[in-house]
């Protein structure tokens, strides 16, 4: 019986083990390639956040024109920020300034991604930003994974405004594109409870999702949408698109409108 009920713990340490190597390749595929903007023509600065924990984060940073808010930018958890330069450019021609934080083990930044480091860097960046920019609106722009760090990070730091592109309930909701069981939830180490921290925005809110998105369904963003606290909110669901063509014309014109109202 001994042996047996350690070979049963053993294989549950496997299956344990095969589930996190799942979640963090789920969750953090990101490109660790040291991009500068430069290389690829845009006009932004290249910054170093110092955490706390000693580890340097890459902040790509573009300053607001007079009267104009600034992005605080979380992208999804393909590529990198070189892979958002088509977006940047679109927000910096408007005048808008731009703050889009590298996660840790993407675009030159250090250290190891997860949900507790990930929250809390995007924290000081906001803090620092607020200080830099004291009088100056403050939007958040969360893409994908980045809406639940935007969403987090809205329950301690209220933005101006904010804007949920493709969000999901929860990761483990995206992970199964369905209500996780309990259990799941348990073992999921990232959580990102989007829905759960929508319900304590107020800020004006809107979300944009791919009636065709096969990666996060956009039932999970209308669940997003109803959960959220605000009451100036509006969702824009785009027929025959998908996860990743989201940032269409309208979307772009919708968004900049939304921004400077």
Request: with cysteine; proline share 7%; net charge negative.
């Amino acid at each position: 019986m001994r042996y047996g009920g350690i070979a049963i713990l053993a294989v549950c340490a496997g299956l344990l083990g095969l589930l996190k190597l799942f979640e963090t390749q789920l969750t953090y595929p990101l490109d660790p390639t040291d991009v500068r903007p430069a290389e690829i023509g845009l006009a932004m600065q290249r910054q170093i956040m110092t955490t706390p924990d000693g580890t340097d984060v890459i902040v790509w940073h573009a300053p607001p024109a007079a009267g104009q808010p600034i992005v605080l930018y979380f992208q999804g958890n393909a590529g990198g920020l070189g892979n958002r330069a088509q977006r940047f450019e679109v927000m910096m021609r408007a005048g808008l300034g731009i703050s889009a934080l590298a996660y840790r083990g993407s675009t030159g930044s250090g250290g190891a991604p997860s949900e507790q480091a990930l929250s809390a860097d995007a924290k000081l960046l906001a803090q620092l930003t607020a200080a830099q920019y004291p009088g100056v609106e403050i939007a958040y722009f969360g893409e994908s994974l980045g809406t639940g760090v935007a969403a987090r990070l809205a329950t301690e730091i209220a933005p101006a405004r904010m804007v949920l592109e493709a969000p999901y309930t929860s990761i483990p909701d995206a992970a199964l594109q369905s209500d996780a069981p309990g259990w799941v939830r348990v073992l999921f180490a990232n959580l990102w409870d989007t829905e759960v921290h929508v319900a304590s925005v107020t800020a004006p809110l809107l979300v944009l999702h791919g009636i065709e998105d096969q990666v996060i369904p956009v039932e999970q963003g209308r669940a997003v949408y109803g959960a959220a606290g605000s009451t100036d909110k509006r969702i824009l669901t785009l027929p025959g698109v998908g996860h990743q063509d989201v940032w269409q014309p309208e979307v772009q014109a919708e968004f900049l409108k939304f921004l400077k109202g």
